[in-house]
């Protein structure tokens, strides 16, 4: 007999798990590497009166931030594994040495949700059965953990650090195609408030937050960022 039209060989939720976990490293990527540099070259074109040395700075920031980035994405990733491997071994431990006190966890986590006590013992009975779905059970609703994907923490790196890097691009482009750092400066300026207006906005459009608000906070801190480091260095160069 065929299955139903509705079935789904494979559980739904992973894929939203891995859309959302890319689009979260995209937006630390893109975020940081449309913010960073822009300030930086922009700190720079008050203090220097050479493109080529705004480029050849900013391009470095780019590569170390890339790699920074990166890394950074993945050690949190790592560590993300491994606590929940410790915290596995942990509830594999207690639930040989102290099994009475975790089947009394079990009976408070059950008496949350609201089971009859009837309905509790006979539910711990099946939990309690078999240890790994025991220690499953305890490493959801006890500790609120979910097991991290291993191959996460490579992933990440990757996504990060090409988000930074293609984020970082933008406002260098500027000074590529222009003759002076204020000049690039000026269009460098246009070309990232733009793009960090689109990127806030769909970002807060895909994060369910208001769209506006966040296209205008996103630009902001750019803006900020960018004319702190203008102001900085036109204090020092003169």
Request: charged letters at 15%; proline letters at 6%; one cysteine or more.
């Amino acid at each position: 007999m065929a299955p139903p039209a509705h079935s789904h060989p494979h559980p739904h939720p992973e894929d939203h798990l891995t859309s959302s976990a890319m689009l979260q490293d995209i937006v630390i990527g893109l975020s940081d590497g449309l913010t960073v540099p822009f300030a930086l070259a922009a700190g720079l074109s008050g203090a220097v009166q050479s493109s080529a040395l705004v480029i050849t700075a900013g391009l470095a920031e780019i590569v170390a931030g890339s790699i920074a980035m990166g890394l950074g994405g993945y050690l949190a990733g790592r560590t993300e594994v491994e606590h929940y491997e410790a915290e596995l071994a942990r509830e594999y431990r207690e639930v040989q040495e102290l099994p009475d006190v975790e089947r009394a966890e079990v009976r408070d986590l059950l008496a949350e949700i609201g089971l009859s006590e009837a309905t509790r013992e006979l539910a711990v009975q099946e939990l309690t059965a078999d240890p790994g779905q025991w220690v499953k059970f305890m490493m959801k609703y006890e500790l609120g953990l979910e097991k991290p994907d291993p191959r996460q923490a490579p992933k990440s790196a990757a996504t990060i650090s090409l988000a930074y890097a293609a984020g970082g691009l933008i406002p260098l482009s500027a000074y590529f195609l222009t003759s002076t750092p204020t000049e690039g400066l000026l269009w460098s300026a246009v070309i990232t408030l733009v793009c960090l207006l689109l990127f806030g906005y769909l970002k807060s459009r895909l994060t369910g937050q208001p769209p506006i608000t966040g296209a205008l906070k996103m630009a902001g801190i750019g803006a900020l960022a960018a004319g702190a480091a203008f102001f900085v260095a036109r204090q020092f160069s003169e």
